[in-house]
């Protein structure tokens, strides 16, 4: 998560399109999700302002493409 998806979320909260719960777990949500193959920093977003990136090397195709499925399954938002 970003800061402006942060501050998007808590606009949405905050106009009672979103419930408590939501955000909550939102921002409760582990920092890092573990893919088993890799580790996902979710929280990068918020610190760095850039979200993740998967470093490619020495995975296969299918480790590829379920490193941004795992974010998206995950609500992870890297």
């Known amino acids: 998560m970003t ?3 942060a501050r998007r979320l808590l606009k949405r909260f905050r106009a009672g399109e979103v419930p408590l719960e939501e955000v ?8 890092v999700v573990d893919l088993g193959f890799a580790h ?10 850039f979200p993740e990136v998967i470093f490619g090397s ?9 490193s941004p499925a795992g ?3 995950t609500k992870a938002g890297c």
Do not use: N, W, Y
């Open 58 to 66: 020495g995975k296969t195709v299918q480790q590829m493409g379920a």
């Open 40 to 49: 996902v920093d979710t929280h990068r977003g918020l610190r760095q302002g």
């Open 3 to 5: 800061s402006d998806e």
């Open 24 to 31: 909550l777990q939102t921002f409760q949500a582990a920092p």
């Open 71 to 73: 974010c998206i399954r």
